[in-house]
């Protein structure tokens, strides 16, 4: 029988946002934008990053997004521009000036460059555009959304933290309420939520409610000290597994986990157990292969295969995944690891559905 884990209703909304890393851009004349050449030899495409307002060095989205642009320097010989914005007011200005730079490829990561994006796009119909974690409301030949179904990965993520928490109390929140964030959120919510049903336990989620769409948002993905309020007030609640989705804010959410006895946290995009100074607490993390994707568009932007269709990254292809346990791999108890293990296949299957109104559609 197949079994459907259903999300609110369809909200209006086709994007998502997020993730990027790598030594800071050395500094040009070209309005601050950072570049690397081409290695000798190598091609004469120009690719060009524009970052959202968290930065390259955010160990979240755009540090990912950044390692994928680089790792196509170094294997096609392209030449990489980096653009990084410092707040929103950066972002029209940033996208337009890789018109001016020359950049046969320009990706933007984020949703909230999506407008931006989409406006050059269609005043460049001969340059090439990819979006990372949005997509816009018409589409464009040259404009490739890249895509994830997070709420995929999110699902196993609030499935173990269901399993594992001893206050039977876990939460979530994001930066802020846009669809790529929220698509976590909901995952995680249902997850917890599966486990129960198959489990006979009642767990409480606290930060997001998957029915109401309504939750806990810091309302940027800068200030850390966000980070730090809100995930106290969940362990002064009991919460002792915290997902925060909302870029370098989780870091003061992880420093608040540090701070107290017995609490976890999940990251998101990148394993942050690798890209963050606190894997001690890290139990997993819901990771997006954004690098791979940037990468495989510059390679179809130099082969001369790059379209507009959309890349939906899934537990399926491998574009979302679950990360290791890491230090905590003896404590999850093997029981639950094969749960887990049975509960993707079941999702790549068909016969679990995992459904979000923030997660992007397959279809193309």
């Not at 999300?7 to 040009?28: I, K, S, Y």
């Given at each position: 029988?197949?079994?459907?884990?259903?999300?609110?209703?369809?909200?209006?909304?086709?994007?998502?946002?997020?993730?990027?890393?790598?030594?800071?851009?050395?500094?040009?004349?070209?309005?601050?934008?950072?570049?690397?050449?081409?290695?000798?030899?190598?091609?004469?495409?120009?690719?060009?990053?524009?970052s959202?307002?968290?930065?390259?060095?955010?160990?979240?989205?755009?540090?990912?997004?950044?390692?994928?642009?680089?790792?196509?320097?170094?294997?096609?010989?392209?030449?990489?521009?980096?653009?990084?914005?410092?707040?929103?007011?950066?972002?029209?200005?940033?996208v337009?000036?890789?018109?001016?730079?020359?950049?046969?490829?320009?990706?933007?990561?984020?949703?909230?460059?999506?407008?931006?994006?989409?406006?050059?796009a269609?005043?460049?119909?001969?340059?090439?555009y990819?979006?990372?974690?949005?997509?816009?409301?018409?589409?464009?030949?040259?404009?490739?959304?890249?895509?994830?179904?997070?709420?995929?990965?999110?699902?196993?993520a609030?499935?173990?933290?269901?399993?594992?928490?001893?206050?039977?109390?876990?939460?979530?929140?994001?930066?802020?309420?846009?669809?790529?964030?929220?698509?976590?959120?909901?995952?995680?919510?249902?997850?917890?939520?599966?486990?129960?049903?198959?489990?006979?336990?009642?767990?409480?989620?606290?930060?997001?409610?998957?029915?109401?769409?309504?939750?806990s948002?810091t309302?940027?993905?800068?200030?850390?000290?966000?980070?730090?309020n809100?995930?106290?007030?969940?362990?002064?609640?009991?919460?002792?597994?915290?997902?925060?989705?909302?870029?370098p804010?989780?870091?003061?959410?992880?420093?608040?986990?540090q701070?107290?006895?017995?609490?976890?946290?999940?990251?998101?995009?990148?394993?942050g157990?690798?890209?963050?100074?606190?894997?001690?607490?890290?139990?997993?993390?819901?990771?997006?292969?954004?690098?791979?994707?940037?990468?495989?568009?510059?390679?179809?932007?130099?082969?001369?295969?790059?379209?507009?269709?959309?890349?939906?990254?899934?537990?399926?292809?491998?574009?979302?995944?679950?990360?290791?346990?890491?230090?905590?791999?003896?404590?999850?108890?093997a029981?639950?690891?094969?749960?887990?293990?049975?509960?993707?296949?079941?999702?790549?299957?068909?016969?679990?559905?995992?459904?979000?109104?923030?997660s992007?559609?397959?279809?193309?």
């Amino acid at each position: 029988m197949k079994k459907t884990v259903r999300g609110a209703a369809l909200v209006g909304a086709l994007a998502l946002a997020l993730t990027a890393c790598g030594d800071a851009p050395e500094e040009t004349d070209a309005g601050g934008s950072g570049g690397t050449a081409a290695p000798e030899g190598g091609s004469d495409y120009l690719a060009c990053l524009v970052s959202d307002q968290g930065g390259f060095d955010d160990q979240s989205f755009n540090q990912s997004a950044r390692e994928g642009a680089e790792a196509a320097r170094d294997e096609l010989g392209v030449e990489l521009r980096e653009l990084e914005s410092q707040s929103a007011s950066d972002f029209e200005q940033n996208v337009q000036q890789t018109v001016q730079l020359g950049c046969d490829q320009t990706i933007s990561v984020g949703f909230l460059l999506a407008d931006a994006t989409a406006a050059a796009a269609e005043a460049n119909p001969d340059l090439s555009y990819a979006l990372v974690d949005a997509a816009t409301e018409q589409s464009y030949d040259n404009l490739r959304p890249l895509l994830f179904d997070t709420a995929q990965a999110s699902f196993l993520a609030g499935y173990l933290a269901a399993g594992t928490t001893e206050t039977g109390t876990i939460a979530t929140f994001g930066g802020l309420q846009i669809p790529s964030v929220t698509v976590f959120m909901d995952g995680f919510a249902r997850g917890a939520e599966y486990y129960d049903e198959q489990n006979g336990t009642d767990t409480t989620v606290l930060g997001w409610d998957p029915e109401a769409q309504t939750g806990s948002f810091t309302g940027d993905f800068e200030n850390q000290t966000n980070g730090v309020n809100t995930t106290q007030n969940f362990i002064d609640q009991g919460a002792d597994i915290v997902l925060p989705v909302a870029g370098p804010v989780g870091l003061g959410a992880a420093s608040a986990a540090q701070g107290a006895d017995g609490v976890k946290l999940i990251w998101v995009d990148s394993d942050g157990y690798e890209s963050t100074e606190y894997g001690d607490i890290i139990l997993t993390s819901v990771v997006k292969e954004i690098g791979a994707a940037v990468q495989d568009s510059i390679a179809a932007g130099v082969d001369g295969t790059f379209s507009g269709e959309p890349y939906v990254g899934t537990l399926e292809n491998g574009g979302v995944a679950l990360a290791p346990y890491h230090d905590f791999e003896d404590q999850v108890p093997a029981e639950l690891q094969d749960q887990i293990t049975q509960l993707q296949e079941q999702i790549v299957s068909g016969e679990v559905t995992v459904e979000s109104p923030s997660s992007p559609s397959t279809d193309g």
